[in-house]
């Protein structure tokens, strides 16, 4: 029951019906290594990997890029984190109108990617209800924050106009009014707001908390436009104040100084859209320089830093040019992509691992109520616009005059499943059909091609998107599948030299782009925006020890990788392409260096 005696802000939900705050839902997923980078080879050996999440056995520490919902990430993390992160910065969205569109390189031309399904549901879970549903959203949040945080921590919230007030009680709640260090106002005076009928809104502000009433913190300083004369000051143990020092002659002395320290209104210029060293285009991008005085005024090397908005990753890049160790995530797949992308362009990148939720397709199924196999199959057959279908063993669903099998949502789909379906299909005399799935055994799109030819049935790939965790009403909501794209890779081994080519790549469902982008491609690597190459990979996960990517300030892909062996044996090499909509197709060769 709210306490009377205390302020608080209440919305629908705050409280039970009995009364009682209602506690964070705390979901504890395993989480499951997708990639690792820059790991040299020493590293590597050291690591023994779990077979099923692919985590490291060594239990050294790894900077950890994490796809999924925040708020489940951070329940996950507690059992292996709590107390133990230094400070926190993150930059949540505050703007009901928020836009989720940015700028993406598809070869020399740059295409406005429009929002996935996720962002917009985010949006809607987000703002659906008014402003109850978003304090709602960053009240379970800043709790689940509040745990993380070593005892001398420190949280930073980036807010704007729109909601910081409301944030800023939740966040007095939370770590209690002492915890309330400082309310950074950040001025931006090159922002041109046009002809309102308002005083120009050219600042953010920044709330900073402090877990205990001593935190670590550093003063910074900063250079001044031009040098300024000042009176020379010290401490005077004995008054007990500050005093200004006298000359033997009994005057004031003056000291020339060309720095200040940094108060609490910080003179940033915002990034311009022109910027291309710095500017990546992401909506919400903010200067490096702010995420950059924050951890180094709070922490010092080595010390953990984190932003579970990671959005374009600022924090994170700014935190790995400090030296300090770092954890994010993000909801957004594009976010993580742009994210890789910065660090690896950061100089002297260490190595960091992507990774996913284990189970998490199960929990959001589960939590959205199609948990049960015959709830799960005609789940993703109405997402899928395919009717049900009995009396078959492995074909679940029919959609115009193709069958529909639906793979699982704990493993790939594989050669016996496809293997099986098509024989069930052929003898039942159908011509086509389609197989549903959240991920696809290594090397299947050549295997099913030879399988086709067989068993006389066409068998088209399609993934299930990772958007239908979040529907749930397919009949009112629609997510966009992609089928599987195809990706050859040239390879020549001469002597203990490796050379790979991206050779062709054919994008599933180009309908997806605008017709005027469309005819703007001239090669198959138009649709690529980055691809990567592990060349020893070893059946857990890839390690990526190549790797060339588009950015606003260099497009150009390059479609050749070389690679010269140390010992003769027997390698697998796998090729990874994630395509302009952030989709992955893998590829694996095989060969023997003499």
């Known amino acids: 029951m709210p306490d009377s005696l205390r302020t608080e802000l209440i919305w629908p939900g705050k409280y039970d019906d009995q009364g009682n705050l209602r506690p964070v839902e705390r979901t504890i997923l395993p989480f499951q290594v997708v990639e690792t980078v820059n790991e040299s080879k020493a590293d590597r050996e050291a690591s023994q990997r779990d077979f099923f999440t692919k985590q490291a056995q060594d239990r050294a520490w790894r ?104 944030i800023k009680v939740l966040l007095d709640e939370v770590f209690g009014e002492g915890g309330f260090r400082n309310e950074i106002v950040w001025w931006y005076w090159n922002k041109f707001e046009g002809n309102v009928n308002h005083f ?79 500017n990546v285009g992401y909506p919400t991008q903010k200067r490096m320089v702010i995420a950059e005085r924050i951890i180094a005024t709070t922490t010092d090397e080595g010390d953990l830093v984190a932003d579970f908005f990671c959005g374009s990753g600022t924090t994170l890049v700014a935190a790995e040019t400090l030296g300090r160790r770092w954890l994010g995530s993000d909801l957004s797949k594009w976010s993580i992509q742009v994210t890789r992308k910065r660090l690896l362009q950061t100089s002297g990148c260490r190595l960091f691992e992507l990774q996913n939720l284990g189970h998490y397709e199960r929990h959001k199924l589960a939590s959205n109520g199609h948990g049960a196999w015959e709830r799960y199959t005609k789940f993703i057959l109405d997402l899928y616009r395919a009717e049900p279908v009995t009396g078959f063993k492995n074909l679940h669903g029919k959609k115009a005059r193709a069958y529909v099998h639906v793979g699982s949502v704990d493993s790939p789909v594989t050669m016996r499943e496809i293997r099986a379906a098509l024989e069930e299909a052929q003898k039942n005399g159908a011509k086509e ?159 023997k260096v003499g």
């Open 433 to 591: 059909v389609r197989f549903l799935g959240w991920d696809f055994e290594m090397g299947i799109h050549d295997l099913t091609t030879e399988l086709q030819d067989e068993y006389g049935v066409k068998a088209r790939l399609v993934s299930i998107p990772k958007e239908a965790l979040e529907v749930g009403d397919p009949a009112k909501e629609q997510v966009r599948f992609f089928d599987l794209n195809y990706l050859e890779v040239a390879h020549e081994l001469k002597g203990k030299k490796l050379t790979v080519a991206l050779k062709d790549f054919i994008i599933a469902n180009p309908e997806y782009l605008p017709d005027e982008v469309r005819e703007k491609i001239t090669k198959c690597t138009d649709y690529v925006d980055y691809w990567a190459v592990d060349w020893d990979y070893r059946d857990d996960t890839l390690h990526n020890q190549w790797q060339s990517f588009r950015t606003r300030k260099e497009p150009k892909l390059e479609t050749k990788a070389s690679y010269a062996y140390e010992k003769a044996g027997k390698y697998k090499v796998l090729v990874k392409v994630v395509d302009v909509f952030g989709n992955d197709t893998t590829k694996m060769i095989e060969l």
């Open 200 to 278: 120009p809104r050219n600042h953010d502000v920044i709330y900073y908390y402090a877990k205990s009433d001593k935190p670590r913190f550093k003063h910074c300083f900063e250079e001044r436009e031009s040098p300024m004369k000042q009176i020379r000051r010290k401490w005077d143990k004995g008054k007990g104040r500050i005093v200004n020092v006298k000359g033997e002659d009994g005057k004031v002395e003056y000291v020339e100084s060309t720095q200040r320290r940094v108060d609490d209104v910080w003179r940033i210029p915002m990034l311009q859209p022109a910027d291309k060293t710095e």
């Open 63 to 166: 900077n950890r890029l994490v796809w999924g919902d925040n708020k489940i990430v951070m329940s996950s993390l507690l059992p292996e984190l709590a107390g133990k992160v230094n400070t926190i910065y993150i930059d949540p969205p505050f703007a009901t109108g928020q836009d989720f569109s940015f700028p993406v390189q598809i070869g020399a031309e740059e295409l406005i990617k429009e929002p996935s399904f996720i962002e917009e549901r985010v949006y809607r879970d987000t703002w659906g209800a008014g402003l109850g549903s978003y304090l709602s959203m960053m009240y379970d949040r800043l709790r689940l924050m509040y745990e993380l945080l070593a005892p001398d921590g420190a949280l930073f919230v980036h807010m704007d106009s729109h909601v910081g007030d409301y």
